[in-house]
């Protein structure tokens, strides 16, 4: 029997890249190489694998810039308070962001590290074996970025993570990842123009496919926004019924001297550190790990300093005190 290791794996994981030829095939065909009902075909492929989203908590992320660095800043915050409280044996983070640098390993996170040769090899294998019985045929395989999210939720499921931070690959309401029914967390990036020939030419058109997130009830955090991308977040957010709020700055926050980060530099990278502590704090605050693990700097001043968004506006950032 031929070898099914980790090199066999990746291998296999190049395989469904959608060659050129084909896609432009289909866009002549008028096809798309996503199903019409995104979600609601990601979620039998989420069955096939057994994948059980009540068993984990994610926080989702979406954005246009800063969102990888929003999902990486709050991984290490949340390890970092686990440490604080003397829990880091007994708490496992989960991060999926993209692209990777190197290897597709470093997509698929825990504790902060990308995960193993031989535990990629061993979920690979896993899902490739059981999604192959489903699709029957090579070619209706879910293509490269829609495989590594399926088995990053599995790796996450059966790693028994404790929080899953789960980055949006493109836009959000059709994005692969929005298969995750209710997060305990949302948040919202800096927008900007991105993928337009998916997501659209106008801010509007762009914001709308990232308030795809937004879920009813769930705590939702974002920055500051062009005008029309807070009136479109505002307004989705009061559709469905969850609260948004828009997320200080790291320097807006009275921090000591010694709990501001000296790396951070950049106001880009001040405002994802802000939004990932509002986030960090916040699923903190509707998980069962509660205030006991809550030792991140400033949290007593989160709720009264992320100020909530109404119809793309939102008062001033309180002043910390």
Not at 14 to 38: H, N, Y
Not at 99 to 109: G, N
Not at 175 to 192: E, G, M, Q, R
Request: proline content about 7%; glycine content about 8%; some cysteine.
């Amino acid at each position: 029997m031929a070898s099914r290791g980790y090199k066999e794996a990746r291998d296999a994981l190049m395989s469904l890249i959608s060659p050129r030829a084909q896609l432009i095939r289909w866009r002549r065909e008028g096809r798309s190489a996503k199903p019409l009902d995104v979600i609601g075909d990601m979620r039998g492929l989420c069955d096939a694998l057994a994948i059980d989203f009540s068993a984990l908590s994610c926080v989702h992320i979406a954005g246009t810039n800063g969102k990888g660095s929003t999902a990486a800043i709050a991984d290490a915050l949340l390890r970092a308070a686990a440490s604080h409280a003397g829990r880091q044996q007994e708490f496992t983070s989960g991060l999926f962001t993209s692209p990777h640098l190197i290897s597709p390993r470093e997509r698929i996170r825990l504790n902060g590290v990308p995960i193993s040769k031989e535990k990629f090899a061993h979920y690979f294998w896993q899902c490739f074996d059981t999604l192959q019985e489903k699709v029957g045929s090579a070619e209706a395989m879910p293509p490269y970025f829609k495989f590594l999210v399926l088995m990053a939720f599995k790796v996450f499921q059966e790693e028994k993570v404790d929080v899953a931070i789960v980055e949006v690959g493109v836009g959000g309401s059709t994005d692969y990842t929005n298969v995750i029914p209710s997060p305990a967390v949302a948040a919202i990036s800096k927008l900007d123009f991105d993928h337009q020939a998916v997501l659209g030419d106008t801010m509007q058109e762009i914001a709308r496919h990232k308030a795809g997130i937004i879920k009813s009830g769930v705590p939702t955090f974002t920055v500051r926004q062009p005008v029309e991308g807070e009136r479109v977040l505002a307004a989705e957010a009061a559709r469905v019924g969850a609260p948004i709020h828009i997320a200080p700055r790291l320097g807006d926050f009275a921090l000591p001297p010694a709990e501001h980060p000296s790396r951070l530099e950049g106001a880009y990278q001040q405002e994802n550190a802000g939004l990932a502590l509002c986030v960090s704090h916040a699923w903190l605050h509707t998980t069962s790990w509660g205030r006991e693990m809550c030792k991140l700097p400033a949290a007593a001043l989160l709720a009264s300093s992320a100020p909530p968004l109404h119809n793309g506006s939102a008062s001033a950032p309180s002043s910390p005190s």
